[in-house]
C-alpha cells in the first residue's frame, strides 16, 4: 500500500492534529516554563546557593548562572541539530525535553550551601548548563518537526503553535510566581517554596515524555532516505560529515538566519521576557501589576499569532515579516516613549508591540524550515539561531536597563531599528517559500 500523501495523513484528523500539536508544543512550554521560574525565583534562592555578603552578591552570583545557559545554547542548537538530522526529530525532541526536566529536577531537590558548602553553586551551574544544552536543542528540533510534519498549506499556521506553547509556558510561570506570593509569603518563599515550581517542571517533563514518546517521525525525514512513511522506519545513518558538508552548501540560509534573527531576539527578549523588570526598576510600576500586565499581555499574544499564520499561509512568508520590520521601525521610538508608572500603560503598550511581533515569531518556524533541505534542517536552524539568541537576545533587558541608567532610552531604540532594518533588507533579498515542498 502506497504511503500517503503529507496533506492528507492520519495525523490531520481533528484529534490526531492536536495530540500531534501538544507534544511538540509541550517540550517548549517546559523550557520556557523553567527558563521564566529560574528569573522569577531567583531572587529568593540566591542565599541558599551563595555566601551572602550583605549586599546583592548572592542575587548577583545566581543571575550569573542564569547567563551560562545562554552560553549553552548555541552548542545545544549544534548537538540536538545533529541528533534531529541524524537520528530523527523526534529522538532529538524527547531527549532535549528529558534533560531539561532533570535539570529543573535537580534544582528543585539540590542542597544548600549550609548543607554542602560550595558544591550548592557547582550543582546550580551543571543543572543549568544542561537547561542551556536543552534551550537551543528543543528549537532545533520542535522547529523543525512541526514544519515537516504540517499541512503544505498551512504550515505557516501549524507553525504559530509553538510560540503560543512558548508564552504558555511564560504565562504559566508567572502565575505561579503571582500566586506563590501571594499564598505562601515571603519568608517561606526564601526557605522552601521556591523548590516547588521546579519540581512542577520536573512534573512536566514526564508529561512531555508520555505525549511525545508516540509521535510520528516525519515523512520528510524518513523519505529522504529512500525508506517507507511509516512511523518505525528506520533511515539510513548519516555522517557529522556529510551533516557539516551540507551546512555548508547552505550557507546563504545560514546568514540569512542570522539577519532575520538579530532583530527579533532582541525585540522579543525587551517586549515579552525583560520589560516588567525594566518597568519595576526604572519606571516605578508596582510589581503586582507589572506581573499581572504581563499575564494578560502574553494571553493577548497568544490569542492573535494563529492570524499572522493564516495570512502568511495566503499572501506569503514575506509580506509578513515585512510587516513585522516596518512596525517597529515606525513604533520603537514611540512604545518606549510610552511608558510610564502605569500598569495599565505597560499592558496596552506590550499588547501593541507583542501583537506585531507575532508578525515574525509566529511563522518563524515555518519559514526557517522552507530555506533547508531535510538532511540539515533542525542544524541550519538551530545553529545560527541559538547563536544570535545567546549574544543578543540574552543581553537585551540589561543593555536596556544599563542604557535607561544613563537616560539613553533613546539609544535602545535606535538600536532595535538598526537590528530591524537588517532583517527587513535580509527578507526582501531572501525567497518567498510559502508552500514549498520540504525536501
Request: hydrophobic content about 50%; overall charge positive; glycine content about 10%.
Amino acid at each position: 500500500m502506497s504511503a500517503p500523501s503529507k496533506d492528507t495523513t492520519a495525523v490531520t484528523a481533528p484529534r490526531s492534529t492536536f495530540r500531534t500539536l501538544l507534544g511538540a508544543g509541550v517540550g517548549n512550554t517546559l523550557e520556557w516554563y523553567d527558563w521564566s521560574v529560574y528569573a522569577i525565583f531567583a531572587s529568593f534562592f540566591a542565599k541558599q546557593f551563595f555566601v551572602d555578603d550583605g549586599a546583592t552578591g548572592a542575587l548577583l552570583s545566581t543571575l550569573a548562572v542564569f547567563a551560562v545557559g545562554f552560553v549553552m545554547r548555541p552548542i545545544g542548537g549544534f548537538v540536538f541539530g545533529w541528533l534531529a538530522d541524524r537520528r530523527g526529530r523526534r529522538f532529538s525532541m524527547t531527549s532535549s525535553m528529558i534533560l531539561m526536566a532533570a535539570g529543573s529536577l535537580v534544582i528543585g531537590v539540590a542542597p544548600t550551601h549550609a548543607q554542602v558548602g560550595t558544591w550548592a553553586a557547582v550543582i546550580l551551574v551543571l543543572a543549568r548548563l544542561a537547561q542551556g544544552l536543552a534551550h537551543g536543542g528543543e528549537i532545533a528540533a520542535s522547529y523543525t518537526y512541526i514544519a515537516e510534519i504540517a499541512p503544505r498549506a498551512r504550515r505557516g499556521l501549524w507553525s504559530t503553535s509553538l510560540y503560543v506553547s512558548v508564552t504558555a509556558g511564560i504565562v504559566l510561570a508567572s502565575l505561579i510566581g503571582a500566586g506563590a506570593s501571594s499564598a505562601l509569603g515571603t519568608d517561606a518563599l526564601r526557605d522552601w517554596a521556591w523548590r516547588i515550581p521546579f519540581l512542577i517542571g520536573g512534573l512536566l517533563g514526564l508529561v512531555g515524555l508520555y505525549l511525545r514518546r508516540t509521535l510520528p517521525e516525519t515523512e520528510a525525514f524518513i523519505e529522504q532516505d529512500g525508506g517507507e512513511t511509516t512511523e518505525h522506519a528506520e533511515p539510513a545513518r548519516r555522517t557529522t560529515r556529510d551533516l557539516l558538508r551540507g551546512l555548508a552548501q547552505n550557507k546563504r540560509s545560514l546568514v540569512r538566519i542570522l539577519g532575520f534573527s538579530l532583530a527579533s531576539t532582541v525585540v522579543y527578549y525587551t517586549w515579552a521576557i525583560g520589560l516588567s523588570g525594566f518597568a519595576i526598576t526604572t519606571k516605578g510600576v508596582p510589581a503586582s501589576g507589572a506581573l499581572w500586565a504581563t499575564v494578560a499581555a502574553n494571553l493577548a499574544f497568544m490569542a492573535t499569532l494563529p492570524l499572522w499564520g493564516k495570512l502568511s499561509d495566503r499572501f506569503g512568508r514575506k509580506p509578513i515579516f515585512l510587516t513585522y520590520g516596518v512596525a517597529f521601525i515606525v513604533l520603537s521610538f514611540p512604545l518606549m516613549a510610552a511608558l510610564n508608572d502605569s500598569a495599565w500603560r505597560m499592558f496596552g503598550v506590550m499588547v501593541v508591540a507583542l501583537f506585531f511581533l507575532g508578525a515574525f515569531v509566529g511563522i518563524m518556524p515555518a519559514y526557517f524550515a522552507e530555506l533547508f533541505p531535510t538532511a540539515v534542517r533542525a542544524s541550519g536552524i538551530g545553529v545560527p539561531y541559538s547563536f544570535v539568541v545567546a549574544i543578543f537576545g540574552g543581553t537585551a533587558p540589561y543593555v536596556l536597563t544599563w542604557l535607561s541608567s544613563h537616560d539613553l532610552v533613546w539609544v535602545f531604540s535606535l538600536y532595535s531599528i538598526v537590528l530591524v532594518l537588517v532583517g527587513v533588507v535580509t527578507t526582501m533579498l531572501s525567497p518567498e517559500t510559502k508552500a514549498r515542498e520540504l525536501e
